[in-house]
């Protein structure tokens, strides 16, 4: 069977996923990913449900649960890792606005991926949209944020 612009567009987001999977080393509940494309302008971040708790990615250790006074995880949380998984899903939006010009589809302004990890369901939000380039103020960082608060984080 022939692959389609489908499937190659699943795969970039699938690898997006395993990438932030990668850097919970698989202890999370749910992997929330922000992509954007403005005018070139690429941008990912990421946050987690873990422990019940919404979290960024450089505040995991703030949800590890106790037990018998020891800590049950210890995430790597340090600067590289952070830049070095974000770098990678950056790498794909720039693959997947490759494959919207090849396969001559329009490329999403924003994408949403949402990960439950226990169920192995990935959702796709998409957005054609322009969302801060327009804006003054508003930046790639300050949609991220409000999407994080709108799923109940705490900035």
């Known amino acids: 069977m022939t692959k389609v612009f489908e499937d190659y567009l699943s795969e970039l987001q699938a690898d997006m996923v395993t990438i932030c999977l990668e850097y919970v080393n698989n202890k999370a509940d749910m992997i929330f990913i922000y992509a954007s494309n ?36 210890i995430y790597d949380v340090s600067k590289e890792r952070q830049i070095a998984m974000l770098n990678i899903c950056n790498e794909n939006l720039r693959k997947i606005k ?12 924003e994408m949403k991926l949402i990960y439950d990890v ?31 608060e709108e799923m109940g984080g705490k900035l």
Not at 46 to 58: A, L, M, S, T
Not at 124 to 147: C, L, M, R
Request: glycine share 6%; charged share 25%; with cysteine.
């Open 118 to 148: 226990h169920k192995n369901k990935l959702e796709v939000q998409y957005s054609y949209e322009i969302k801060y380039t327009n804006d003054p103020v508003k930046t790639a960082g300050h949609v991220f944020d409000e999407w994080f």
């Open 38 to 73: 403005e005018f070139g302008q690429f941008s990912s971040d990421v946050f987690y449900k873990i422990n019940g708790c919404i979290v960024e990615k450089h505040k995991l250790n703030s949800v590890v649960q106790k037990g018998n006074g020891q800590s049950k995880h």
């Open 98 to 109: 490759d494959l919207c010009q090849k396969y001559n589809r329009e490329m999403p302004t």
